[in-house]
């Protein structure tokens, strides 16, 4: 237990489907990441919130929707997917000392 | 801006030998953190360790241990004797404590470990 929670652990969706992945930490971090990885590929960095305010996207389409309410949790709305969005998405808190990880979400869309 | 290399995308070895993950970094920073990181098959990433730019000493831990040079900026680490359950994929990350990249955590892209019964 690392303390970054999120869920569901496995989703898979329709590609007409609206659905959430959520991220919770309670570790006092500042900084929360939102991370794809696909099959045998690198972690690939999608967005990133600093004190809730978000000081990345890296050029991620608009139907990832990321949502910082607090400095707590991290949600990333998903719609209208593709099969390649297809990955695991990991969700990461950080502080200038340590970061976390999730167990992520294995998400398939069909 | 800060950039973390793995050189090396996949390793194979047989179990008993030892093996070497090499990790290089960039930052303009003079401040920041180290990390390594292991992704078993199940997906979670496990945190191994920790290491701040003011500490060179190398570390070990059982049958890891990590050679941290500032002057190469590399952070490379070694398995000793590997064993079937070190197969994963292992990265290598960075966090600075300065400037307008504060705390802001970059990964390398990852290495492949492969261990053979």
């Known amino acids: 237990e690392t303390g970054v929670t999120q869920t569901p652990r496995h989703l898979v969706m329709g590609m007409t489907n609206k659905k959430s992945l959520k991220c919770e930490q309670h570790l006092g971090h500042n900084a929360m990441y939102w991370y794809k990885q696909s099959a045998k590929k690198p972690l690939e960095l999608m967005f990133v919130?600093?004190?809730?305010?978000?000081?990345e996207n890296n050029s991620v389409p608009s139907r990832f929707s990321p949502e910082c309410p607090n400095s707590s949790h991290l949600f990333l709305h998903l719609h209208t997917l593709q099969p390649e969005d297809s990955a695991l998405y990991l969700c990461?808190?950080?502080?200038?000392?340590?970061?976390?990880f999730g167990q992520g979400t294995r998400l398939t869309v069909v | 801006a800060q950039k973390v290399t793995q050189a090396q995308t996949e390793i194979s070895v047989v179990e008993k030998e030892d093996v070497t993950l090499d990790c290089v970094y960039e930052t303009r920073d003079t401040t920041y953190y180290l990390f390594w990181y292991k992704q078993p098959p199940s997906g979670e990433l496990v945190f191994l360790i920790r290491?701040?730019?003011?500490?060179?000493q190398n570390e070990i831990s059982g049958r890891y241990s990590w050679n941290f040079q500032k002057s190469t900026s590399s952070f490379n680490f070694t398995i000793t004797a590997s064993q079937v359950v070190d197969s994963a994929v292992y990265f290598c990350?960075?966090?600075?404590?300065?400037?307008?990249?504060?705390?802001?955590?970059?990964f390398g892209q990852g290495t492949i470990l492969t261990v053979h019964p």
């Open positions: 990350a960075l966090i600075p404590l300065g400037g307008t990249s504060y705390g802001k955590l970059t």
């Open positions: 990461a808190s950080s502080q200038s000392t340590e970061a976390f």
């Open positions: 290491r701040n730019s003011f500490d060179e």
């Open positions: 919130y600093n004190f809730k305010e978000q000081t």
